[in-house]
């Protein structure tokens, strides 16, 4: 018996040893197209290492194998990028250790809505780096109420699926820092995003039109939204957010447009906020609109003197320009808070300014405790509906349940 246990084994292990061989046959070596190899110069600001990165893509988009584009460990000077799809496979890991820099005369980048830009991609992993905008001068340059370009996104993923960025810091970009369009099946974690906080439009990540987005373990520093979240957007969880300064996470803008679509199921979960404009907020536009946003969970958040630490602003007009001073027509309903703590800048920490032609309907406050210089803080409601649950502070909304 022990002979043949033993003669069992060993046939066994050989057995498992070329299933193994031949799974790994299947999943081959991924190819590597180093930048370098493509004419540009590490730490050379006289070089636009444009044309190396989009010749790497080229190679790797081509390529019937899995493929790696690496940056290596320098600066990279780039003025913009676009790669676009579909390729031949669908695993292209682009893994920079060193930076990619734009150019720092937003003249140059002026005539374009991106610095990067992956276009009908599929299958795409972004890991670590640094992305750096330098924004400052445009920033500048808006700042002093010149007549400015709009500037550039830093990094914008459009019409594509299957996309991972882990491990990206992303830095004084000239508008957003990261935007999600029209995608699906989006994971990001670990990132970094920082810009003064006085430097305008520098939303950390805005997702719009887009489902099935994860965005986990991420510290964003800017002057704008740290998340933004737009029309069109399903199917979203966002957890462990450290937020401020900033304009906190918000959904919206919303009521743009008539015929716009709505967001719906999202969960913002175990996030800080510090110092920041809002909290969790969602805004629309005082305008007629098909819109909604529905079945929004805002779980285990913890502010930390934020002005504005719940908020729903359905007359949402920055500086009084350009509003009609119509009723919204987005339907706002099946919004919860629960378990949210902390301290309000102003005395107000709950607002609810909703439609009066769409109430804000299924509201749901569980277990909020937000004080104003150690006293109970305030709420103000207007066309809000909604029941309290466990212990509200500060009431005045609700009743409880």
């Given at each position: ?7 069992s084994?060993?046939?066994f ?31 050379n600001?006289?070089?636009d ?5 989009q010749?790497?893509w ?24 676009t790669?676009n799809g ?7 890991t ?8 734009a150019?720092s005369d937003?003249h ?5 809505e991106?610095w990067i830009?992956?276009?009908n ?14 924004g400052?001068?445009?920033w500048?340059c808006?700042?002093s ?19 991972l960025?882990?491990g ?13 369009n029209?995608?699906?099946?989006v ?10 906080g ?5 939303d ?11 965005i986990?373990?991420?510290n ?5 939204d740290?998340?933004?979240i ?13 937020c ?21 199921n ?12 809002n909290?969790?907020r ?5 305008r007629?609109?098909?819109g ?14 934020v ?8 007359n ?27 301290t ?5 920490a709950?607002k609810?300014d ?16 937000l004080?104003y ?6 709420a103000?409601?207007s ?7 466990g212990?509200?502070?500060p009431?005045?909304?609700f009743?409880?349940?």
């Amino acid at each position: 018996m022990a002979l043949h246990a033993i003669t069992s084994f060993l046939l066994f292990s050989t057995l498992t040893v070329l299933m193994l061989f031949n799974n790994l046959a299947a999943f081959p070596t991924p190819l590597t197209f180093n930048v370098v190899d493509f004419g540009t110069k590490p730490n050379n600001a006289e070089t636009d290492s444009s044309k190396a990165l989009q010749l790497a893509w080229m190679h790797a988009c081509s390529s019937s194998k899995p493929a790696t584009i690496y940056v290596p460990k320098a600066k990279f000077y780039v003025r913009s990028a676009t790669f676009n799809g579909p390729c031949k496979n669908n695993h292209i890991t682009i893994r920079i250790d060193g930076a990619l820099m734009a150019p720092s005369d937003f003249h140059l980048t002026s005539n374009s809505e991106n610095w990067i830009l992956f276009h009908n991609v599929n299958g795409v992993t972004v890991l670590g780096g640094i992305l750096d905008g330098q924004g400052t001068q445009l920033w500048a340059c808006k700042n002093s109420a010149n007549t400015c370009p709009r500037g550039t996104t830093s990094l914008e993923f459009t019409n594509s699926q299957n996309i991972l960025v882990n491990g990206l810091t992303a830095l004084n970009s000239q508008l957003y820092h990261i935007v999600v369009n029209q995608c699906r099946n989006v994971k990001m974690q670990g990132l970094k995003v920082s810009a003064a906080g006085n430097s305008p439009n520098t939303d950390g990540i805005h997702v719009g039109d887009s489902s099935h987005v994860t965005i986990l373990n991420t510290n964003i520093r800017t002057g704008d939204d740290c998340i933004s979240i737009g029309p069109g957007s399903s199917n979203l969880w966002i957890e462990n957010i450290a937020c401020g300064p900033g304009h906190g996470i918000s959904i919206g803008s919303l009521a743009k447009d008539f015929k716009e679509k709505g967001v719906q199921n999202v969960t913002v979960k175990s996030c800080k906020f510090m110092d920041t404009q809002n909290g969790v907020r969602i805004k629309s536009w005082g305008r007629q609109s098909i819109g909604f946003a529905r079945n929004i969970r805002f779980q285990h958040l913890t502010m930390t003197n934020v002005q504005n630490p719940i908020i729903i602003d359905q007359n949402y007009c920055p500086h009084n320009q350009g509003c009609p001073g119509q009723s919204s027509g987005v339907a706002v309903s099946d919004v919860k808070y629960t378990d949210i703590r902390g301290t309000s800048a102003t005395p107000v920490a709950i607002k609810f300014d909703c439609s009066p032609k769409f109430p804000c309907k299924g509201i749901k406050l569980e277990d909020v405790k937000l004080s104003y210089k150690n006293q109970v803080a305030k709420a103000s409601c207007s066309n809000a509906q909604g029941l309290n649950v466990g212990v509200v502070q500060p009431m005045g909304c609700f009743k409880g349940n």
